[in-house]
């Protein structure tokens, strides 16, 4: 696999208004700088311990972006650096978040992560409890967080109607909300195996790791 065949390739297939984010799960620090090396800076971790380490040991002008699931527990060991913390997918999440990001003096960005997909393992909310967040006045329940847009993760087939389809409904809900509350920009949608969809659907963010550094044991 060669990395930087991989990176242009991919490059040249995201339009500049869209944010790549190297999903480097499971990849080593030397494989990170490669990439970080041809001018890549945003990176995407699903686990915070792990990530950590990582920020410890690279430069830090990376943003590190947590496209996980939530370990409350661990919220405060990235509070002080990570960039967006993409899966948000409970209301509660937010609280711990705001202790910690007050703690750290900083203004966390996140996203709120929809359910989307048919399975019932992926995370994430239905537009109506994001809504009820999005109207509750977060500003003032968590001053030190910003929701910023949406996350959202569609069903692992081969039926690319099918994904086109949960891109696109996600999309709607996106643009519904983002009239009553202009603060969301970030739409998070697509992966190594459907990023192009995701960008024709509208996405403004890809997280795309096994397309870039080939498959991951
Ligand atoms: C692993 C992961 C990705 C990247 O998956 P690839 O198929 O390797 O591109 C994207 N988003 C999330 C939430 C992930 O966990």
Do not use: C
Not at 17 to 38: F, G, H, M, P, W
Request: glycine content about 6%; charged content about 30%.
């Amino acid at each position: 696999m060669d990395i930087q065949q991989n990176y242009e390739n991919i490059l040249r297939q995201i339009p500049a208004d869209v944010t790549l984010i190297a999903v480097s799960k499971t990849r080593t620090v030397e494989e990170i700088r490669q990439l970080y090396d041809l001018g890549q800076r945003d990176f995407g971790e699903n686990r915070i311990q792990e990530m950590v380490e990582k920020h410890s040991e690279l430069p830090k002008d990376i943003r590190w972006h947590m496209i996980g699931p939530v370990q409350e527990n661990k919220i405060k060991y990235m509070a002080d650096f990570v960039h967006i913390i993409h899966g948000i997918d409970k209301v509660k999440r937010l609280k711990e978040i705001q202790n910690q990001a007050e703690k750290a003096g900083r203004i966390q960005e996140v996203l709120l992560q929809l359910h989307i997909a048919k399975e019932d393992t992926k995370f994430g909310m239905s537009a109506e409890e994001a809504e009820e967040i999005l109207k509750s006045n977060p500003q003032q329940l968590y001053p030190n967080v910003r929701i910023t847009g949406l996350m959202g993760m569609a069903t692992f087939t081969e039926d690319m109607d099918v994904v086109r389809n949960e891109f696109r409904g996600l999309k709607n809900i996106f643009g519904d909300l983002q009239k009553k509350f202009p603060a969301l920009v970030n739409l998070s949608m697509g992966m190594s195996g459907d990023f192009e969809i995701a960008i024709e659907e509208g996405s403004t963010m890809v997280r795309i790791g096994s397309a870039i550094f080939g498959e991951r044991n």
